[in-house]
């Protein structure tokens, strides 16, 4: 088989970005090593930014994103006991976030792949990329007793933080940053209403605290846990209950609480593999960098990484330039390292982690959240970075 671009991954990265390469006309084959149920099950980020929600209308999948999902204007931070809300909206000039389940944008994406026909191989086991610093790379697979091979010009690597794309490229070649924090967050899906229009953070003295929603009737929580808390330990009852202490007594009151559909604990890392080419290999997505969930930039930095991939690729096939791809490093990072400060920021400001300086650090936690709370400068620029900075 012989495609132009071969994409490693078919979750929103990889397939979002087949999308946009389909409809400039560049071929593309998505290989997945996970079934299409696997990678619907997924509950993950539901927060978009106005450069996610454009690339998706872009890419002609927007339609139903726009019909059902839900538009917030800003979002409550819960401090000693009192709600304070953000007013994104007012604070940018009009900029708002998009409340829609990744497990929707998904849905939507696989539908418009298997729409236009695209190549879409799942279940793809032991996927291996071959020269990929020469001018011929191809990747192998195997499914079932087969093996396959796929020539390309280029690959894209959407394949995760735990792919095989960014192992592909060698020890000596990648240069990576991380920090581990010493929590995770305990999520729950549950079929309720959600506790709020808008989402709340909540800092309290038990820990960080987030109500957020996937619909009108689904909701999404989370507390903040030891990393290595067994979720077997967290019945919903008692889940429940370590929430409502977490939130402003008015919030407490109203919570609607009902069995757990889904229950997990995320561990907390900001990643970044300064890596993003080697070759004719290309990082996009959680395969290059990785985020706390604290203001929701794991997936919208995912997005911008296929906007400025998107673009290099298309120009290299419509002018014959290889500008686009030779800057995409440069221009990916610069936005990256920008979600990744904010996020790193808005865990140190939300969460009461464990360390050993005699309450020195959390001492400095309050003080930034009144200084935040209390300036229109401050506030200014914690909406700017939430609803997502120019991808330009």
Request: contains cysteine.
């Given at each position: ?287 290059g960098h ?21 673009r290099g ?59 935040v709370l ?19």
């Open positions: 088989m012989k495609t132009q671009v071969c994409i490693i991954g078919a979750g929103p990265s990889g397939l979002l970005l087949a999308q946009l390469l389909h409809r400039a006309g560049v071929d593309t084959v998505v290989l997945e090593k996970h079934s299409p149920e696997h990678v619907l099950g997924r509950i993950r980020a539901g927060v978009l930014e106005t450069g996610f929600c454009d690339l998706m209308r872009e890419g002609g999948v927007g339609d139903r994103m726009d019909a059902e999902g839900q538009v917030h204007h800003g979002f409550d931070i819960a401090y000693r006991d009192e709600r304070h809300h953000i007013d994104l909206a007012g604070l940018t000039g009009g900029d708002t976030v998009m409340v829609y389940g990744q497990t929707e944008i998904q849905r939507d994406l696989f539908a418009a792949r298997d729409a236009m026909a695209g190549v879409t191989i799942t279940e793809a086991q032991d996927v291996q990329l071959h020269d990929i610093v020469g001018d011929a790379p191809y990747v192998t697979y195997s499914k079932g007793d087969e093996d396959f091979r796929i020539d390309c010009d280029f690959i894209a690597g959407c394949d995760g933080y735990h792919g095989v794309s960014r192992k592909s490229i060698p020890e000596d070649r990648l240069v990576t940053y991380e920090k581990v924090y010493p929590v995770g967050w305990l999520g729950v899906l549950s079929e309720t209403p959600p506790v709020s229009q808008e989402l709340i953070y909540a800092n309290h003295d038990r820990g960080f605290a987030l109500c957020s929603m996937r619909s009108d009737q689904v909701s999404r929580y989370y507390i903040d846990v030891p990393v290595d808390t067994p979720v077997d330990q967290w019945s919903d009852e008692r889940f429940w209950e370590e929430l409502k202490s977490r939130l402003p007594k008015d919030a407490a009151s109203s919570l609607v609480t009902g069995p757990s559909i889904e229950k997990s604990i995320a561990p907390l890392r900001s990643f970044v593999c300064d890596t993003l080419n080697h070759g004719r290999l290309f990082l996009a997505g959680d395969a990785i985020v706390p969930p604290t203001g929701a930039k794991g997936l919208n930095s995912a997005a911008s990484d296929i906007y400025f991939l998107s690729l298309i120009e290299y096939y419509k002018s014959d330039s290889e500008n686009g791809l030779k800057n995409y490093p440069a221009k990916a990072l610069a936005r990256v390292w920008k979600a990744e400060r904010f996020s790193w920021w808005m865990t140190l400001m939300l969460h009461r982690l464990p360390e050993n300086d005699g309450g020195f650090s959390q001492r400095m936690r309050d003080a930034e959240l009144d200084y209390n300036s229109k400068a401050a506030l200014t620029s914690l909406a700017e970075n939430y609803v997502g900075l120019p991808f330009e």
